[in-house]
């Protein structure tokens, strides 16, 4: 984007960005504070993050939120997310939707409350038509599960064998037409998956941070940006230099 405030070339910027928005609690923890302080912070980091997206002029930014191991979490703390996810469309809602950005859900919304689900639905429907940046919340979202629910649909449609492509499962995901993320970024430093788009991150490019999510700033957003921005994807292949080079020699 030409008027993009980083310094990269347009073809460089990814188009889809996806974060695990890790260490709320260990940021809560080392200031004495309940976990869901952490998550609070997070949610405030997070509003930062959204607007720096939409400035960078990144399309699609996924997030991952919930998942569907975290109901394992104490009860408190899975109340307090969810609380938060009310909160946030409460009062953001209206101001996400001025600035352009289109909330999509990822993951199953039937185990949540009704009142919550309503107000998801709600934010969807609202938003539908804005196209400045496609926001993907990954809430009770787990990577295995989406590939169980896009067999189950799959044979349930009655698709042959023979038509099962790498192009049909795409379809069948929670993220359908959504393109791949061209870079994930999780922050805490933990060097694990965690089944967050296990199928579409095959050849995505990670960048991890030791910093806990809330103090993930906007410089270190941008760092991330430009590590991207320097790496070489290859998508299985071999480097377009060698592939030259072999040529030369030939
Ligand atoms: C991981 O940190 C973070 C989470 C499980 C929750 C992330 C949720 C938010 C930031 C809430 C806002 C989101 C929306 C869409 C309303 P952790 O608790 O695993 O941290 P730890 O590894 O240090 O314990």
Do not use: C
């Not at 998550?39 to 939120?65: D, P, Q, W």
């Not at 979490?73 to 001025?98: F, K, S, T, W």
């Not at 999510?213 to 299985?236: M, Q, S, V």
């Amino acid at each position: 984007m030409a008027d993009s405030p980083l310094n990269i070339p347009p073809e460089k910027i990814p188009q889809h960005v996806a974060i695990i928005m890790d260490g709320n609690g260990r940021w809560a923890l080392s200031r004495g504070l309940p976990r869901v302080a952490g998550h609070k912070a997070g949610t405030e980091n997070l509003r930062r993050v959204i607007r720096a997206t939409v400035e960078f002029g990144i399309k699609y930014l996924t997030i991952y939120a919930f998942s569907t191991e975290n109901w394992g979490r104490p009860a408190e703390e899975v109340q307090g997310l969810m609380g938060i996810l009310q909160d946030v469309i409460d009062r953001e809602l209206n101001e996400l939707h001025q600035e352009g950005v289109q909330l999509r859900h990822i993951g199953r919304l039937d185990r949540l409350g009704p009142k919550i689900k309503a107000k998801v639905l709600k934010a969807i429907e609202l938003t539908k038509n804005n196209d400045r940046l496609i926001l993907n919340v990954a809430w009770n979202y787990g990577g295995r599960d989406e590939i169980v629910y896009a067999i189950e649909r799959i044979i349930k449609d009655g698709i042959p064998a023979e038509e099962v492509t790498d192009q049909l499962v795409s379809k069948y995901l929670f993220t359908a037409g959504v393109p791949d993320p061209d870079l994930v970024i999780r922050t805490s430093g933990e060097l694990r998956v965690s089944n967050f788009l296990i199928w579409q991150a095959a050849y995505s490019e990670w960048y991890v941070t030791p910093t806990y999510w809330p103090d993930f700033d906007k410089d270190e957003y941008r760092r991330a940006l430009e590590t991207y921005a320097g790496r070489e994807r290859r998508y299985g292949k071999v480097s377009s230099e060698e592939l030259e080079g072999s040529k030369s020699n030939a």
